[in-house]
């Protein structure tokens, strides 16, 4: 076997751990390293969710793909992240307003800078690609995440159901979505694997954060996926009006692994690591994947510290 085909292997057995394990496994020990997933493909790397970031993160060492799904005019489920397509290609308007076939056509490198500030894909256009294409590009042995952004849910659930099937890759996929109506949305299909619900995660760590209560346990099926660091608003109420405050919080700490931890084979997912130091610090902490722009970046790290190891201190933190 080759190696590549070994790391997929693990990557797998990992993830699939996430949703499908149905023993108890051990927490995993301070020091262990963290799965590399390629947010958006590795949005960072190339132009986020199209074949070519697939392709990089691929040849990166990433372990798995997070890739993000809306539905074009005639239906598709197709890779494209934000509202509007001025905001990545050479087109414009929402990706429901256009056929899957036309958005192929578009250029969703238009607006990418690399680190030199320059825009190499304008010369070289990459299209945005249907799921069905990333799919059939990806190795069986990699596992993906698909992170839902269209509205309505239930259109968008049933288009992606039906290409998992015919593309038999359910076994390999875990669903995401900000918004809760998509856990109803999957429900009718028992073989979908899904994220705990964004509301509950966020719940939890605030209890555990702010009132330094952990509730009931989570559902050891679902793995939790939250932000390293967010900003974050609180409403206090008056009789007399509104007080409000912001400020940026780091969710993740012993405390709030360690509540999510009452189901050991709970899988912890940090979103937005981007540095060593980030990364010692999700390690030591005994999170389990983390979604990173730039698996270039990241994965020479991961590979210097699985040659000298890494130290954690009683509290959770990174040891020189």
């Not at 699939?16 to 958006?40: K, M, T």
């Not at 990699?142 to 839902?148: E, K, V």
């Not at 259109?155 to 076994?171: F, G, I, K």
Request: glycine share 6%; proline share 8%; with cysteine.
């Amino acid at each position: 076997m080759t190696p590549r085909f070994i790391r997929y292997a693990i990557a797998l057995l990992a993830l699939a751990g996430l949703v499908a394990c149905r023993g108890v496994r051990p927490e995993a020990p301070p020091g262990h390293l963290p799965l590399i997933v390629a947010h958006r493909g590795g949005t960072a790397d190339a132009p986020e969710n199209t074949l070519e970031a697939i392709r990089l993160a691929l040849a990166h060492g990433a372990d798995a793909l997070w890739l993000t799904v809306q539905l074009s005019a005639d239906g598709v489920p197709v890779l494209y992240r934000p509202a509007d397509l001025k905001a990545l290609t050479d087109g414009s308007g929402p990706v429901a307003g256009v056929r899957a076939a036309q958005l192929a056509a578009l250029n969703a490198g238009w607006q990418f800078r690399n680190a030199h500030g320059e825009f190499p894909y304008r010369q070289h256009p990459v299209g945005i690609p249907t799921l069905r294409d990333a799919l059939r590009s990806i190795p069986a042995g990699m596992p993906i995440i698909l992170d839902m952004k269209a509205e309505p849910a239930e259109p968008q659930a049933d288009a992606v159901a039906r290409v998992l099937t015919e593309e038999q890759a359910w076994a390999r996929v875990t669903l995401y979505s900000t918004d809760a109506a998509y856990q109803a949305a999957f429900s009718r299909y028992p073989q979908a694997r899904l994220f705990e619900a964004r509301d509950t995660t966020r719940q939890r760590l605030l209890d555990v954060l702010l009132a330094g209560h952990c509730g009931a346990a989570p559902d050891p099926q679902a793995p939790a996926a939250f932000e390293w660091r967010r900003k974050v608003a609180v409403v206090e109420t008056f009789t007399l009006g509104e007080g409000h405050s912001s400020t940026d919080i780091a969710p993740w700490t012993p405390a709030t692994v360690s509540c999510f931890r009452q189901q050991p084979t709970q899988r912890l997912f940090v979103i937005g690591i981007s540095n060593e130091d980030d990364y010692r610090a999700a390690t030591c902490l005994g999170l389990d994947a983390v979604l990173m722009d730039s698996p270039a970046t990241l994965a020479p790290i991961r590979e210097a510290l699985m040659r000298r190891g890494l130290r954690c201190a009683t509290d959770g933190s990174s040891m020189q």
